[in-house]
């Protein structure tokens, strides 16, 4: 059997809002390295400034991936000792990306707090159940976007482009991101042309001839522009004039 050579680093994620030091982290890691025969570990470390940034895109995480994809270029193994498993982001899904990356490059994994080394059968399936509750959270995060939307597009607040048929007015208020935020109001006469649009393909008439039809008769397209098959297709496929139309 081959014995591989292994290089030890370590990662640490040091934030002002808690207790655990870069010492404290470092002294772990090494301890770590000492009593898993290791030998002394290289540290890589960021500091928590932006906790909106993932693994692979903080300055210590892309210097860790470089060390770790060059020793994989040699043909060595990297062990990568971690003293907390949410040193790799804050969420379920950063972490699952990291762990990805770092397993792509060939990297083994020892987190501390967790007790698991990736190399075991036990460390595996961790990383299997990490990917499972990473697509749950995935899940969950687009559920509740959407339920969001739809309580705002029910609230009558717009929250994309500007549909055809509506106007949007400011309402004064902004949102966290600094967003004015704009409530749709009815435009009439818009609105008497989508009646006509839906009319003329309830009866079986082309989207070409529908734009042509409201072109000859000079009503204007929402981009100022003349009419055309996709602009008729996207004003009755619309989700806001679907919706309205049902109600009428």
């Given at each position: 059997?081959?014995?591989?050579?292994?290089?030890?680093l370590g990662y640490c994620r040091v934030s002002d809002r808690q207790n655990y030091s870069f010492e404290v982290q470092y002294e772990q890691i090494q301890r770590a390295a000492e009593h898993?025969?290791?030998g002394h570990a290289e540290i890589f470390a960021d500091q928590d400034a932006n906790s909106d940034l993932q693994f692979v895109e903080r300055d210590g995480?892309?210097?860790?991936?470089?060390?770790v994809l060059q020793?994989?270029?040699?043909?060595?193994?990297?062990?990568?000792?971690?003293?907390?498993i949410d040193n790799l982001g804050c969420g379920v899904?950063?972490?699952?990306?990291?762990?990805?990356?770092?397993?792509?490059?060939?990297?083994?994994?020892?987190?501390?707090d967790i007790n698991v080394d990736t190399s075991t059968p036990i460390?595996?399936?961790?990383?299997?159940?990490?990917?499972v509750f990473a697509k749950l959270e995935r899940t969950s995060k687009r559920e509740s976007?959407?339920?969001?939307?739809?309580k705002r597009r029910a609230a009558g607040i717009l929250t994309g482009?500007?549909?055809?048929?509506?106007?949007?007015?400011?309402?004064?208020?902004?949102?966290?991101?600094?967003?004015?935020?704009?409530?749709?109001?009815?435009?009439?006469?818009?609105?008497?042309?989508?009646?006509?649009?839906?009319?003329?393909?309830?009866?079986?008439?082309?989207?070409?001839?529908?734009?042509?039809?409201?072109?000859?008769?000079?009503?204007?397209?929402?981009?100022?522009?003349?009419?055309?098959?996709?602009?008729i297709a996207k004003v009755l496929g619309s989700r806001t004039v679907r919706e309205w139309l049902e109600k009428k």
């Amino acid at each position: 059997m081959v014995t591989q050579t292994l290089n030890t680093l370590g990662y640490c994620r040091v934030s002002d809002r808690q207790n655990y030091s870069f010492e404290v982290q470092y002294e772990q890691i090494q301890r770590a390295a000492e009593h898993h025969k290791f030998g002394h570990a290289e540290i890589f470390a960021d500091q928590d400034a932006n906790s909106d940034l993932q693994f692979v895109e903080r300055d210590g995480g892309k210097e860790l991936l470089t060390r770790v994809l060059q020793l994989a270029q040699k043909g060595l193994t990297a062990v990568v000792i971690i003293p907390k498993i949410d040193n790799l982001g804050c969420g379920v899904v950063d972490v699952e990306t990291a762990m990805r990356v770092l397993e792509k490059f060939g990297a083994r994994m020892v987190f501390l707090d967790i007790n698991v080394d990736t190399s075991t059968p036990i460390g595996r399936a961790f990383i299997q159940i990490a990917a499972v509750f990473a697509k749950l959270e995935r899940t969950s995060k687009r559920e509740s976007i959407q339920d969001a939307l739809n309580k705002r597009r029910a609230a009558g607040i717009l929250t994309g482009t500007e549909p055809y048929g509506w106007t949007a007015v400011n309402t004064g208020n902004v949102s966290p991101k600094g967003v004015k935020e704009r409530r749709l109001v009815d435009n009439p006469e818009q609105q008497k042309w989508i009646r006509y649009m839906a009319q003329m393909a309830a009866r079986g008439v082309s989207f070409t001839k529908i734009a042509a039809d409201l072109n000859q008769k000079g009503v204007i397209a929402k981009n100022g522009g003349i009419w055309r098959f996709g602009s008729i297709a996207k004003v009755l496929g619309s989700r806001t004039v679907r919706e309205w139309l049902e109600k009428k």
